[in-house]
């Protein structure tokens, strides 16, 4: 296997790989990893679908990425993924999953032309003091040390960062600034968490700097990802034959291990109650999803709060068994053994109350119904305690939606803490609670708020105890590489497997294990398309600076006559001429 980038790869046609005829594929999970190496399986490598299996625990596939409605409690989206242009693996994915809704278009082409026509960005990115605007105004707000936090962090190598946390290297002047505040909303990071993951998300996603504050870095489906993504992948994934097995719980995986050899050669499950499994040969492929970021997830009601499940996480257990066995199949006690640090807790209103939505559109600034961008991403509430944050996408979020209704998800970052209207943690509040204290945040007056949140909306918490246990401080090797080293016939695949091109908590990371062990298996002759390469184009970066600096221009030390003279120098130079092409430097000083 080998990355590649440019139209001479992105659209060849890989040819049929020697001996796939006689080979089968296994999947653990039916999360996002699982259904795109299965497609990439048949797309790419030729292989059968009916020589495909997909075992899951659950009764329905889409793992994370998932949205439903529950007849007694209402509308439920754990979380929502943000998407952008450059997310290769996922859209050369999704140009070959037709649409369900368009004759004659691909599920990328639907998506292309829905934000084509309605762009995503934000009118009202933070709020304050019961809805008011914050007045952020776009800015980062960083002073020197910050800029040079970050700067130090972005030039580090890898092993710098290794094992320590953000609080580890930057200064309380970073973390009081208004781009730590846009950063942590938006990307779900605690200060504890892991200055490597920082890093790393630096460099993917440096050419959307200037798009955090508004959002422009961002887009979104039609509706909820498990009908706009999930839904139509695994219905043309069905029709070529593919089997999914659900209520199907693997428990172990049995391996062959030898000096310069390792092969699976057994899966373990149980099946409605009853215990089985399969005998594998070197021809049987396992891609197996390890951990969970969603494991144990518990959904409260509007009149329940949601339960912190500590107990048994069968998907961390599996790999729990997989690791003990080798060395190479990773750490999994890094990740999951610190429910205090990895949870948060997230809710989905539904408005019933017609006067709530004209809350939303005071902020949002759009109105609701529109059919269009709302919010354009979250809404960040500055001064709650919580540190809520709150979205409403376009409408209607769920095909089911009645016309009157609209969905709202907010999650909080600091869930153990007391509410500014209502006095308890939100990990202790119920549906209700949590809606009260959202619509005051909004500037519902006081005497209404109540009775509007008993009777005017729906609300189901969930409370998910390791939604953020993969940004746990780290080192190499805590992740088993995709595929380790001498497997012979098995993979890691999802956001618990290593593959150094990406960054974690993004669909194109489960797409791109998909897809890395898909072609490694089965020796697909054709590349696995590069990581967006931003981090290593000087535009990109001049213009990340020159956004995190607010504008500011670049300083040239010394008098005032010698500064102009170097200036007219640089300026007759390709450096000098992007310097001021991005807005750093001005020759007329």
Not at 106 to 114: A, K, N, Q, R
Not at 245 to 260: L, P
Not at 550 to 579: C, F, N, W, Y
Request: charged share 25%; with cysteine.
């Amino acid at each position: 296997m080998y990355y590649s980038s440019g139209n001479y790869e992105a659209f060849a046609r890989p040819r049929k790989p020697e001996g796939v005829d006689a080979k089968s594929a296994w999947f653990v999970g039916a999360g996002l990893a699982s259904l795109s190496g299965a497609a990439f399986m048949i797309r790419d490598g030729r292989m059968a679908g009916e020589r495909i299996t997909v075992l899951e625990r659950l009764k329905l596939p889409g793992g994370a990425l998932d949205g439903i409605k529950e007849p007694k409690k209402g509308f439920i989206i754990r979380g929502g993924r943000e998407l952008e242009d450059h997310m290769e693996c996922l859209w050369d994915l999704f140009r070959s999953v037709p649409s369900i809704e368009i004759e004659d278009a691909s599920v990328l082409d639907e998506f292309y032309w829905l934000n084509k026509d309605d762009p995503n960005y934000s009118l009202q990115r933070v709020t304050e003091k019961r809805g008011q605007d914050a007045g952020t105004n776009g800015l980062f707000a960083l002073p020197p040390k910050g800029q040079k936090d970050i700067t130090r962090i972005f030039l580090a190598t890898r092993e710098e960062m290794e094992g320590k946390r953000i609080t580890d290297v930057v200064g309380p002047g970073f973390l009081g600034s208004n781009f730590w505040l846009y950063w942590r909303t938006m990307f779900a990071f605690e200060e504890w968490h892991s200055a490597l993951e920082f890093k790393l998300y630096l460099h993917r996603f440096i050419h959307h700097v200037g798009g955090l504050p508004d959002f422009t870095a961002l887009k979104f489906t039609k509706y909820n990802q498990y009908e706009s993504l999930v839904l139509p992948l695994t219905r043309w994934l069905i029709d070529q034959g593919v089997t999914l097995r659900f209520s199907t719980e693997v428990t172990d995986i049995d391996f062959a291990i030898t000096d310069g050899r390792k092969q699976a050669t057994r899966i373990h499950w149980i099946a409605d109650g009853e215990p089985g499994g399969v005998d594998l040969g070197e021809n049987d492929l396992v891609l197996a999803t390890i951990g969970s970021l969603t494991e144990n997830s518990d959904n409260g009601d509007h009149h329940t709060p949601a339960r912190l499940d500590e107990g048994p996480a069968p998907a961390w257990d599996l790999w729990k068994r997989i690791a003990a066995k080798d060395p190479a199949f990773g750490r999994p006690e890094v990740f999951c053994g610190n429910i205090a640090e990895s949870k948060w807790e997230s809710a989905t209103v539904t408005t019933l109350d017609p006067r709530i939505p004209d809350y939303i559109q005071r902020i949002a600034k759009r109105d609701p119904f529109s059919g269009k961008v709302v919010t354009g991403g979250i809404v960040t509430v500055r001064d709650s305690s919580w540190l809520l944050s709150w979205t409403v996408n376009r409408q209607p979020h769920f095909k089911q939606q009645p016309p009157e209704q609209i969905v709202v998800w907010l999650y909080s970052l600091f869930v153990d803490r007391p509410g500014d209207y209502v006095p308890k943690p939100m990990q202790d509040c119920t549906g209700e609670e949590i809606t009260r204290e959202w619509l005051y945040h909004l500037g519902v007056p006081t005497e209404q708020i109540d009775d509007m949140a008993a009777t005017g909306a729906r609300c189901v918490p969930v409370m998910m105890p390791y939604v953020t246990s993969f940004f746990a401080p780290r080192h190499a090797g805590d992740r088993p590489d995709v595929v380790p080293e001498d497997a012979v016939n098995f993979a890691f695949i999802g956001q618990f497997a290593e593959t150094t091109r990406d960054t974690i908590f993004t669909t194109e990371y489960s797409v791109r294990t998909g897809m890395e062990a898909a072609y490694r298996l089965l020796g697909i002759e054709r590349g696995v398309p590069e990581v967006f390469n931003s981090t290593y184009d000087i535009r990109k970066l001049l213009d990340a600076m020159y956004h995190l600096r607010d504008g500011e221009k670049l300083r040239v030390p010394g008098p005032a006559p010698v500064r102009k003279h170097l200036l007219h120098k640089l300026d007759s130079t390709e450096i000098g001429q992007m310097l001021t092409e991005f807005r750093l430097i001005d020759a007329e000083e």
